[in-house]
């Protein structure tokens, strides 16, 4: 009989990003062949957890949130995968979210809400927020190239002591900005932060400042109010790569010579980012018009129907405002509904295709190849892991 790997897992359950990467690693296992790990995890951050000398094991994979632990690991005689920014510079292979396609993500996700003033806000840099700027240059960059300004906050840890002072500084930096404005926040626990500093300093949100953050924590995204629409890192995902990595490594492969990076899955919107912010209310209505019945089949003819518009300068004013044609976010909208029920339900590809507006298969494939780079089948087994 084959010997069961034992395998330490080194996370704090207490995050909900590193519980969501444990499903990926109970995914995994389940099927592995050969049988499911023998499994140490100890529920408290692996920073805490004393004699990582004396444990007796085939490998870990490791949330890496010290240069301490770091340093401990590395001396450690075992296959380990990482995971976080802090793995650089170390002799771990490292499976991480893509920051820039989140920051990317997120600079799209607003810009097709029709904003023209864009801020994020984040965290003062430090060995454990890296994150916050690896996603914020690529969110600046995207808005800037499209010819809209930017401006970024940077707020310190909060404590029990600092927490009202920073929420007046943080009610007081959003007051200052020119309304509508979208803002992307580093994590959901910062975006929850900006939508109380919204309450503090009288702001509608979404109207006055939508607000989007990243991790897709259901939880406390559902207990924010309102409801705060989210990027979801599928970190699942993450943690089925690094267990299948790991079991590589454990088989005596070579490592990867480069970080392993998963884009994230999509955004999880909710009330806070519920706006259209266009001051063309023909323009406005015509998107919404599109984004509640794009999967319907309709076609520029029925958005010309429910607008007082020729069709001339509807598309005249759409390219102007949305950079693109109503053709092309009819389309828009129907791939993100496709991906959408890949993802999250058992429909063949055949029903996706009905249920998101395309009349023929085989032509949703083809729309779905162009825009994703992969088939429905591609993206929806890259979804799963």
């Given at each position: 009989m084959a010997k069961v790997p034992h395998v330490a897992l080194l996370m704090d359950t207490s995050i909900s990003f590193q519980r969501d990467v444990?499903?990926?690693i109970a995914q995994y296992t389940r099927g592995r062949r050969g049988g499911a790990w023998s499994i140490y995890l100890e529920q408290e951050p692996a920073e805490r957890i004393p004699?990582?000398?004396?444990?007796?094991?085939?490998?870990?994979?490791?949330?890496?949130?010290s240069r301490k632990l770091a340093a401990a690991l590395a001396e450690l005689p075992v296959p380990i995968v990482a995971m976080g920014?802090?793995?650089?510079?170390?002799?771990?292979?490292?499976?991480s979210s893509d920051s820039a396609a989140t920051g990317r993500m997120g600079a799209?996700?607003?810009?097709?809400?029709?904003?023209?003033?864009?801020?994020?806000?984040?965290?003062?840099?430090?060995v454990v927020t890296h994150y916050s700027a690896d996603r914020e240059a690529p969110f600046v960059e995207r808005v800037r190239e499209r010819g809209y300004p930017c401006v970024s906050y940077k707020a310190r840890r909060a404590t029990a002591r600092s927490w009202d002072g920073l929420q007046a500084d943080l009610a007081a930096w959003l007051g200052s900005l020119d309304k509508p404005v979208g803002v992307m926040a580093c994590n959901d626990t910062h975006a929850r932060h900006v939508l109380e500093a919204c309450r503090k300093a009288g702001l509608?949100?979404?109207?006055d400042v939508a607000v989007l953050g990243v991790d897709n924590d259901?939880?406390?995204?559902?207990?924010?109010?309102?409801p705060l629409s989210s990027i979801d890192l599928a970190a699942d995902a993450i943690g089925y790569q690094a267990a299948a990595l790991l079991d590589r490594l454990m088989a005596g492969q070579a490592a990867p010579g480069e970080p392993v990076l998963l884009a994230p899955r999509g955004v999880v919107a909710r009330h806070s980012t519920d706006v259209l912010a266009m001051e063309d209310r023909d323009v406005a209505r015509a998107v919404r018009f599109i984004r509640e019945h794009a999967w319907e089949g309709i076609g520029v003819d029925d958005v010309v129907?429910?607008?007082?518009?020729?069709?001339?300068?509807?598309?005249?004013?759409?390219r102007r405002i949305l950079g693109r044609s109503p053709h092309a976010e009819i389309r828009r909208v129907q791939i993100a509904r496709a991906k959408e029920l890949l993802a999250r339900t058992e429909l063949t590809v055949e029903?996706?295709?009905?249920?998101?507006?395309?009349?023929?298969?085989?032509?949703?494939?083809q729309v779905f190849r162009r825009e994703t780079g992969m088939t429905p089948g591609q993206f929806r087994r890259r979804s799963r892991v």
């Open positions: 444990l499903h990926g004699n990582l000398k004396t444990w007796h094991g085939d490998g870990m994979i490791v949330a890496i949130r920014g802090l793995a650089a510079g170390w002799p771990f292979p490292n499976v799209e996700h607003l810009l097709d809400r029709g904003f023209t003033q864009f801020a994020y806000c984040g965290l003062a840099a430090t509608d949100v979404p109207d259901a939880l406390m995204c559902e207990l924010s109010n309102p129907d429910d607008v007082p518009l020729a069709r001339r300068a509807l598309e005249r004013r759409f029903r996706v295709a009905r249920q998101s507006g395309f009349q023929y298969v085989q032509y949703m494939r």
